[in-house]
């Protein structure tokens, strides 16, 4: 079995699990489980390379110059149009184009967080969102999504704001209900904290159409309402793009474009406009179903080996969309950090529960990634993992 011991000694090292999941890429034999990485082979490289030309070449002043903070004009025209419903108004005073969804997190702690603030946020949550609010030190409120919570506004109140990833959360992979959406929603409307609705895997369903968004059941014309909503061309089209964006009341997009002044003072300008000609041209509509036919099959693939492989270790429902499944161990003696590290030496890396819990102490599950790997690799995953579980309880 190949073993990484330069990768193992760097984890020990750096103890960072999210620069060790990117790093896992580059080690040879490695199954990589562990990231939210999509396929490469999805990326639509000679549209996008048409596309980038054609941008410098016909709009070198947006391509090539410093657009405006908040995002090219055409760009939030064109996102403010795709979002806007017969009950939901949206301008360009709504949009802020971000460097990504990230940002927009980053941006939104940036506004609204001073020491200690209270969050109210699904948990577990998106390591990304933890990292990008740890250095303002805010406190952690759980919500759970998965039942119908007796008090929300109780939960929500006094709160800076509230935190949700409604489709196919990371690293749940779980869908929130029509009726806890708008139970969110009217909760939200009722207490005056905002609403963040982190939308990334908005477009991947599976099994059945979507579920309206927070952002449509608020409604508004012009829109006002307590959702900020963040998007991402990352999982549609490609990450490397950067493009992002929120959408949100019009003083909020003031607040948060001051914030970006300071933190990158502009998204590129060449991601930017083949981000416009993408939507102009309706490439993400034409990219679409390959995606989910690919990842449908994948997260099939996960499951079945999961069935064969990790039944008696692990117990997990089977997500209708997104990119994760999450297992938590049967065996409360199975600890989850240990078992990353030990996955390692077999030669499978998968994201342990403790990171994606404000507290760390969740150490009894993990996230598996089903869109990066081929079903044979996500087979020899699996079994390496199951492996990996035994030699961790000790049989
Ligand atoms: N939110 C969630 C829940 C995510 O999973 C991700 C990507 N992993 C993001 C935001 C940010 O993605 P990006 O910056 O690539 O748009």
């Known amino acids: 079995m190949p073993s990484p011991p330069p990768f193992a000694r760097w984890l020990d090292e750096t103890n960072d699990v999210t620069q060790v999941f990117l790093a896992a890429g580059q080690v040879p034999d490695l199954v990589n489980l562990a990231g939210g990485l999509p396929e490469p082979a999805l990326w639509p490289v000679d549209a996008l390379a048409d596309l980038a030309a054609r941008a410098v070449r016909e709009h070198p002043k947006e391509a090539l110059g410093y657009p405006p903070i908040d995002g090219l004009p055409a760009l939030r025209d064109a996102i403010a149009a795709r979002f806007s419903t017969v009950d939901l108004r949206l301008g360009r005073e709504n949009v802020l184009i971000t460097t990504g969804g990230m940002q927009g997190l980053e941006l939104i702690g940036k506004v609204l967080l001073d020491e200690g603030d209270v969050i109210a ?196 429902e089977v997500p209708t969309g997104g990119m994760f499944v999450w297992a938590r161990a049967r065996d409360a003696r199975l600890d989850t950090d240990l078992l990353m590290r030990e996955g390692l030496a077999h030669g499978v890396c998968v994201s342990p529960s403790s990171v994606f819990d404000p507290e760390g102490r969740d150490r009894a599950a993990v996230r598996i990634n089903f869109t990066l790997n081929p079903p044979d690799s996500l087979a020899e995953g699996v079994r390496r993992l199951a492996a990996a579980s035994r030699a961790v309880l000790g049989r």
């Open 121 to 316: 946020a699904q948990t577990p949550a998106y390591l990304g969102a933890l990292d990008a609010w740890r250095p303002r030190g805010p406190r952690y409120r759980p919500v759970r999504m998965e039942e119908e919570a007796p008090d929300l506004p109780y939960l929500m109140r006094g709160a800076k704001f509230t935190y949700t990833v409604p489709n196919f959360s990371n690293p749940t992979g779980r869908l929130v209900s029509v009726a806890r959406r708008q139970a969110l929603v009217k909760a939200a409307q009722e207490t005056g904290v905002w609403l963040v609705e982190d939308d990334p895997y908005g477009a991947l369903y599976y099994d059945c159409g979507p579920l309206p968004r927070m952002l449509d059941l608020c409604g508004g014309a012009p829109y006002a309402g307590p959702v900020i909503y963040l998007g991402t061309l990352s999982k549609e089209l490609a990450p490397g793009l950067r493009v992002g964006w929120v959408i949100a009341a019009p003083e909020m997009i003031a607040a948060l474009t001051t914030a970006k002044q300071g933190s990158d003072m502009c998204t590129s300008g060449l991601s930017q406009q083949v981000a416009c000609m993408a939507f102009e041209t309706g490439l993400c509509e034409q990219v679409l179903p390959d995606i989910l036919s690919l990842y449908r099959a994948r997260r099939d693939a996960l499951c079945a080996a999961m069935a064969e492989h990790l039944d008696a270790l692990f117990e997990w």
